[in-house]
């Protein structure tokens, strides 16, 4: 009998996904299965996803982003949750076990999420967590609708029912990115969640300027979605969002300079005039990219510290 079905979306993850799978297999709990949907990769993932033979399902799909990828997933899937792993995350033994007891012991929670690792591209553990005072407990609809909530992906474990319900993960989403935070949104309207403060999953950070680039289009939708279904019940949150990102941006661009990189830092200014087109600052801080270096570090000024 299947109780939850993994479902991991890879796309060019050569590198990382034996590491994943190897992770559920050596889970504790038995009467799960391993759905890997390869989101249309050009490097050597399906060769090495052929060495794992029956023991884990491979579908696949021309490229269409994780949120695509994960819907496949889910429909052919057997379980009656749903435990997600990005290919480059891993999980701790227990986790399984230990989620599933949870959710077991509550029947109206819609989920449940669990604390985490993070990891540089390395493997070395990051000092500075993401999980920030205040927010390292269950959180209400108000107060996800207010601040942004540190829940990731590869610590969730939810119900089947209650994917379904939301419609899985909104297929606007074209890349990664933002397309996770929302449907946990949709899934706090039809439960409690469940937190476990003991980290049960190993989160792999990309570094930031390149994660800022890949999530723009993303941060994009989730604001206008979250607009859409929300209003003003969700200004607080889109308007944080926003914030968190301009800083973020302007933050990279800033190091950039210092280090003499016009180009990088003028990328970054441009994603964060995208996020506020109206922001004086960061059209500011664009003009200085098109003047010779010595003058356009001289007033960019200090760089404070990394935004929390």
């Given amino acids: ?57 491979v579908v696949r799909q021309a490229n269409s982003g994780p949120a695509s990828a994960r819907n496949h997933g889910v429909r052919v899937a057997a379980g009656e949750y749903l435990a997600f792993l990005d290919a480059d995350d891993e999980w701790m033994p227990g986790k399984l076990s230990k989620m599933v007891s949870a959710l077991d012991s509550a029947p109206g929670a819609a989920l449940a999420y669990s604390n985490f690792i993070s990891v540089n591209k390395a ?40 994917f379904d319900l939301c419609g899985g993960f909104h297929e606007a989403f074209k890349s990664a990115g933002y397309e996770d935070p929302y449907l946990w949104l949709l899934a706090r309207e039809h439960g409690d969640f469940i937190y476990i403060r003991e980290p049960l999953a190993v989160y792999r950070i990309e570094p930031d300027l390149e994660r800022l680039r890949k999530y723009a289009s993303g941060c994009a939708t989730f604001v206008r979605l979250v607009r859409e279904r929300y209003g003003a019940r969700g200004a607080a949150l889109t308007r944080e969002v926003l914030d968190a990102r301009v800083s973020s941006l302007g933050y990279e661009g800033l190091l950039a300079m210092r280090r003499g990189d016009k180009r990088d830092a003028r990328r970054a200014f441009m994603l964060a005039l995208r996020c506020k087109p109206l922001s004086l600052r960061s059209a500011g801080r664009l003009l200085r990219t098109f003047l010779p270096l010595n003058l356009a570090q001289a007033l960019a000024g200090r760089t404070r510290s990394k935004p929390g």
């Avoid at 993401?130 to 927010?135: H, N, S």
């Fill in 123 to 162: 493997g070395r553990e990051q000092k500075d967590s993401l999980v920030r005072a205040g927010c390292d407990h269950a959180p209400s609809m108000g107060e996800m609708l207010t601040h942004w909530w540190p829940i990731l992906t590869s610590a969730v474990v939810m119900r089947r029912q209650v």
């Fill in 1 to 57: 009998m299947v109780r939850v079905s993994a479902v991991i979306a890879v796309y060019n993850g050569a590198s990382t996904i034996d590491r994943a799978i190897e992770s559920v297999l050596k889970q504790d709990f038995s009467g799960f299965e391993i759905i890997v949907v390869d989101d249309g990769s050009t490097d050597s993932t399906v060769e090495r996803l052929k060495q794992w033979g029956d023991k884990i399902r």
